[in-house]
């Protein structure tokens, strides 16, 4: 079907989180904090287990792949959220909002799958302790991480495939905060709804297929199996407080690392 002529729409208009002028003004100081705290948390976490040659393990290693997606989800549409909470005109261009649906699904899809390869990760820990570093090696770790993104890079361009190919000719506006797939989709010039069925039918079976993994590796495990729970539940924000901050290893190496600090500003 030739839709040249049907794609008109240069622009869309993001109606955002709520009308209120002082209630925006709120949310700007509360998403502003959130921000900051997010993205400080992951790079904080990235770079400690970089330096401590005491996090070189395959699970820090995981641990500081996960903060990464967890940060750059948290670029994708943050910012532009806080920025328009004091424009009162909230557009964004249509390359913009392919970008956006582009790097979200990329971004999303590889977290899925990088917290099946923790799950795995600690099922042979558990269950393996003896062939841990020879099962878990270094090469390994590297080609799971890989395969992770590569799996978000394919699920994000089987939705793009289609959304591209969409003819936009009429109502342009989004009520959100950012390019969300279904709500795009309802712009388009023609019957939306098995589309509409088939693109969640797509990011359903990524995301069913990965939380039954993770329940069947902790069902055979028999530990922690609350975090099966929490790997699809829980946001970027708290992923810093869980995984790492509240692990004793890393309780470990900031303490190594305010000690270094210590010792070398009295030096000084």
């Given at each position: 079907?030739?839709?040249?002529?049907?794609?008109?729409?240069?622009?869309?208009?993001?109606?955002g989180?709520?009308?209120s002028?002082?209630?925006?003004?709120l949310l700007?100081?509360?998403?502003s904090?959130?921000?900051?705290?997010?993205?400080?948390?992951?790079?904080?976490?990235?770079?400690?287990?970089t330096?401590?040659?005491?996090?070189?393990?395959?699970?820090?290693?995981?641990?500081?792949?996960?903060?990464?997606v967890?940060?750059?989800?948290?670029?994708?549409?943050?910012?532009?959220?806080?920025?328009?909470?004091?424009?009162?005109?909230k557009?964004?261009?249509?390359g913009?909002?392919?970008?956006?649906?582009?790097?979200?699904h990329?971004?999303?899809?590889?977290?899925?799958?990088?917290?099946?390869v923790m799950?795995?990760?600690r099922?042979?820990?558990?269950?393996?302790?003896?062939?841990?570093?020879?099962?878990?090696?270094?090469?390994?770790?590297?080609?799971?991480?890989?395969?992770?993104?590569?799996?978000?890079?394919?699920?994000?361009?089987?939705?793009?495939?289609?959304?591209?190919?969409l003819?936009?000719?009429?109502?342009?506006?989004?009520?959100?905060?950012?390019?969300?797939?279904p709500?795009?989709?309802?712009?388009?010039?023609?019957?939306s709804?098995?589309?509409?069925?088939?693109?969640?039918?797509?990011s359903?079976?990524?995301?069913?297929?990965?939380f039954?993994?993770?329940?069947i590796?902790?069902?055979?495990?028999?530990?922690?199996k609350?975090?099966?729970?929490?790997y699809?539940?829980?946001?970027p924000?708290?992923?810093?407080?869980i995984?790492t901050?509240?692990?004793?290893?890393?309780k470990?190496?900031?303490?190594?690392f305010?000690?270094?600090?210590?010792?070398?500003?009295?030096?000084?």
């Open positions: 079907m030739d839709t040249g002529n049907l794609s008109i729409v240069s622009e869309f208009v993001l109606l989180l709520c009308q002028w002082t209630m925006q003004v700007l100081l509360i998403f904090i959130l921000f900051l705290i997010i993205v400080s948390g992951n790079i904080a976490i990235m770079i400690l287990i330096i401590d040659t005491h996090l070189h393990y395959p699970m820090y290693f995981l641990l500081a792949n996960l903060s990464f967890d940060m750059w989800l948290c670029l994708i549409t943050t910012p532009k959220m806080i920025t328009d909470f004091v424009r009162e005109k557009t964004i261009s249509f913009g909002c392919m970008c956006q649906v582009l790097f979200v990329f971004c999303g899809g590889g977290e899925m799958v990088l917290l099946v799950a795995y990760d099922y042979v820990a558990i269950c393996k302790p003896l062939h841990y570093l020879t099962i878990m090696n270094v090469q390994k770790c590297i080609w799971l991480v890989a395969i992770s993104w590569t799996i978000g890079f394919v699920h994000a361009l089987s939705q793009m495939a289609v959304i591209m190919q003819p936009f000719c009429g109502p342009r506006e989004i009520d959100s905060f950012f390019c969300d797939i709500l795009v989709i309802k712009l388009a010039c023609i019957d709804y098995n589309l509409g069925i088939l693109m969640n039918a797509d359903g079976v990524l995301t069913m297929t990965c039954i993994v993770l329940l590796s902790y069902t055979i495990t028999w530990v922690d609350f975090l099966a729970v929490f699809s539940v829980f946001t924000l708290l992923n810093p407080a995984y901050l509240r692990n004793k290893e890393i470990n190496a900031v303490k190594r305010k000690s270094y600090y210590m010792h070398s500003k009295e030096n000084i």
